[in-house]
């Protein structure tokens, strides 16, 4: 391996465990990361109780979703009176392009200029931010990423499986890194077998996997089937048509 300040190693194990846009990848697979067609303009309103109090009261105390075809707030309550919010739009990237998020305040207009119409308390997490909004554009490697067994290489986290995010990433991450170390603990002379254990239990392990096999699997429509979130959502209201 060189790395960039041009020192070399010479490894019998190589982990990617460099997210998105892994430089180790290449060496087991050819995927690279889609925009997914979606985006989210991420915000955060400081003590929102006693600044933001409707807002506040909207969000409660876990997460509120606002979701229509296209467009979709998310929110989540953070210690220290912090409310903190994805706005999604699924827009091609040329239309964020075309707006200046270096004016975070004439971004924030231009963003809730799409949410006319919404209730003012879940505007306020586009318009009253207490920093400028941030574009979070989302990819994700092909459905079902995996490769074949490369000697002595293997990837784990976003790097192996970077979807549209889906509440399960980090803890992915987490579980992929864990599970690998008690691999290579549990055959320490023999990495190629651990590595192959690894690997067939974290291929379908996968949470976006999971969520497309059950959307599909319980006949949900398509935009369902392709979004994560919305999948969840028809997992949770599936038998309960009045939610
Ligand atoms: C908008 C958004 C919201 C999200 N919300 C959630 C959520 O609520 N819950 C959740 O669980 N997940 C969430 N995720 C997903 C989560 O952030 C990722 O799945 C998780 O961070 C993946 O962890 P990782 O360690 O694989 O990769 P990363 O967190 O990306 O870590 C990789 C690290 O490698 C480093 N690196 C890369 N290349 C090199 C290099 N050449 N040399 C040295 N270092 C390098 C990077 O700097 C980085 O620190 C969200 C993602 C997005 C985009």
């Known amino acids: 391996m060189t790395f960039a300040d041009g020192r070399t190693v010479v490894t019998g194990l190589l982990v990617g465990a460099d997210g998105a ?26 003590e929102a109780d ?22 979709e707030i998310f929110a989540h309550r953070e210690r220290g009176d912090t409310l903190h919010a994805y706005v999604g739009l699924a827009e091609p990237q040329e239309w964020f392009a075309a707006i200046d998020f270096t004016d975070g305040a004439a971004a924030a207009a231009r963003i809730a200029k799409e949410f006319a119409g919404w209730a003012p ?15 979070r554009p989302l990819f994700a490697l092909p459905h079902g990423h995996r490769w074949d067994r490369v000697p002595g290489v293997t990837l784990l986290g976003d790097a192996a499986h970077l979807s549209i995010p889906n509440g399960e990433g980090a803890n ?10 008690e ?15 690894y690997e067939q239990a974290m291929f379908p392990r ?4 999971a969520l497309f096999e059950g959307a599909e699997a319980q006949g949900a429509d398509t935009d369902s089937a392709k979004d994560p979130i919305q999948a969840m959502i028809a997992e949770f209201t599936r038998d309960e048509p009045s939610k």
């Open 50 to 71: 006693t600044r933001h109090p409707a807002t506040a009261e909207a969000v409660g105390g876990g997460s509120m979703m606002a979701l229509t075809p296209g467009r």
């Open 206 to 209: 996968r949470a976006k996997a």
């Open 121 to 135: 308390e879940l505007t306020a997490l586009i318009t009253d931010g207490d920093i400028a909004p941030v574009l």
């Open 172 to 181: 992915l991450a987490m579980l992929d890194g864990a599970e690998l170390g």
């Open 183 to 197: 691999a290579i603990a549990a055959y320490p002379d023999d990495i190629e077998t651990a590595l192959d254990e």
């Open 21 to 46: 846009w892994s430089r180790v990848r290449p060496l087991l697979s050819s995927a690279t990361p889609e925009y997914s067609g979606k985006s989210v303009v991420e915000t955060y309103l400081f």
